[in-house]
C-alpha cells in the first residue's frame, strides 16, 4: 500500500484546543488567540490567495531558493524519508524529490492537522512520483510529534513557509527540542526562516492593498462564531499589522471599531470589547544568520549550511544533530 493516513488527533481535538485558547485568550487582560484557529476550509483558502499577492514575497522567495538550493541539500542529506512539518501543498516536496532522482524510493511523512491536505497532497505525489510511499499522521507539530513512524531510512525534516516564526522564543526552543529527538546520526533538518529587512517590506507584506490579509485576520472570528455559537461582528474589526523593531516581529491585531458584548454560547463566556481594544492574532518573528544559528545550537542543534536567495529576503537552514 503507497498511501498510510494514521489519525492520531480525535475528530473533536481542534474544537477543545479552540475552547481552550478562547477561554484562556479572550479573558485575559490584553486579549489574544493563536493564529493556528486561521486555518479552517475558508482560512486556508485565504491564505492560498495570500502566497500570489504581489507584496507577500515569502513563498515565492522560498520556493526560488529551495529550487536553486535543492541538489546541494538532497547530496548533504541523501535521505530516504522526507518528514514535512504543516504540510500544506506539495510544491516543496515535489522540489526535493526532483532533485532526489525523480522521487527514488523515498518515503514522505506529512503531519498536519488537516487530514483532507494530507490526502491532497498525497493523491497528487503518488501520480506524479511512482516509486514514492506517503505515510501522513494527522496531528500537531507543537505537540504531536512523537506519533511519527519510526524512520524506515535516512531522514529529512523539513519545516517551511517561516512557520516557525509564528512561535515565541519558549515555542520554538521545545519545537527545535522535539526535532532534535526525530534525528539520528545522518540524519538532517531543513527550516526557513523570513529575514529581518526593511520595515517598509515586511509591513507591506502584511497590509496588501486589496484587503486579503485583512478577511484572513478577520477569519478567526468567523471561525469562533460557527464552531462555539459566538456572536463577533467581524466586520466591525479592522486589521493592524506593524513591525516591532526592538522585537523583530510583525504583530497582526484586529481593533475593535465600536464596543461590543460578545456570547460565546458553548463556553457560557461573554466577553466585552471597548471601542479600540484589540485582540492580538499572530506574532511573524524575523531572523538573522547568527540568531538561526544560536537557536539551532540551544536546541543541541549544529547549522551546516545556510542557504539564501540574492536579495537576503528568505533563509534555509540545513542542521544536524548535534
Not at 481535538?13 to 475552547?19: G, N, P, V
Not at 484586529?254 to 463556553?267: C, F, G, M, S
Not at 538573522?288 to 543541541?300: E, N, Q, S, W, Y
Request: with cysteine; charged share 30%; net charge negative.
Amino acid at each position: 500500500m503507497r498511501f498510510h493516513l494514521q489519525a492520531h488527533r480525535a475528530p473533536d481535538a481542534r474544537r477543545r484546543e479552540l475552547a481552550d485558547d478562547v477561554r484562556r485568550g479572550l479573558g485575559a487582560r490584553v486579549k489574544a488567540l493563536p493564529p493556528k484557529h486561521f486555518y479552517d476550509a475558508a482560512g486556508s483558502a485565504l491564505f492560498e490567495e495570500i502566497t500570489r499577492l504581489p507584496e507577500y514575497y515569502v513563498t515565492r522567495a522560498e520556493q526560488a531558493l529551495l529550487r536553486a538550493c535543492a541538489p546541494d541539500v538532497v547530496e548533504r542529506a541523501q535521505p530516504g524519508e522526507i518528514v514535512e512539518l504543516g504540510a500544506g501543498g506539495v510544491a516543496k516536496v515535489s522540489t526535493l524529490l526532483d532533485a532526489h532522482n525523480h522521487g527514488g524510493d523515498v518515503r514522505y511523512v506529512p503531519i498536519d492537522v488537516d487530514g483532507d491536505a494530507i490526502t491532497r497532497a498525497a493523491r497528487a505525489l503518488l501520480d506524479a512520483y511512482p516509486s514514492v510511499t506517503v505515510h501522513g499522521v494527522i496531528g500537531d507539530f507543537e505537540h504531536d510529534l512523537g506519533e511519527l513512524p519510526p524512520a524506515t531510512a535516512r531522514r529529512l525534516v523539513t519545516f517551511f513557509g517561516s512557520t516557525i516564526g509564528n512561535l515565541d522564543a519558549e515555542g520554538r526552543q521545545r519545537l527545535l527540542e522535539a526535532v532534535r529527538g526525530l534525528l539520528r546520526n545522518g540524519d538532517r533538518f531543513l527550516v526557513g526562516v523570513d529575514l529581518v529587512k526593511d520595515r517598509a517590506v515586511l509591513e507591506s507584506a502584511y497590509n496588501d492593498a486589496a484587503g486579503v490579509t485583512a478577511e484572513f485576520n478577520r477569519n478567526v472570528l468567523h471561525v469562533i462564531n460557527r464552531d462555539l455559537r459566538a456572536t463577533f461582528k467581524p466586520s466591525r474589526f479592522r486589521h493592524r499589522a506593524f513591525y516591532d523593531d526592538a522585537r523583530a516581529r510583525i504583530e497582526m491585531h484586529l481593533v475593535a471599531e465600536a464596543p461590543q458584548h460578545v456570547e460565546v454560547r458553548d463556553l457560557d463566556m461573554k466577553v466585552d470589547v471597548a471601542e479600540g481594544e484589540t485582540i492580538w492574532t499572530e506574532s511573524s518573528y524575523k531572523f538573522t544568520p547568527d540568531g538561526v544559528r544560536r537557536m539551532l545550537r540551544d536546541a543541541k542543534l549544529d547549522l551546516e549550511h545556510w542557504y539564501t536567495d540574492p536579495e537576503h529576503r528568505v533563509g534555509l537552514a540545513l542542521a544536524a544533530a548535534a
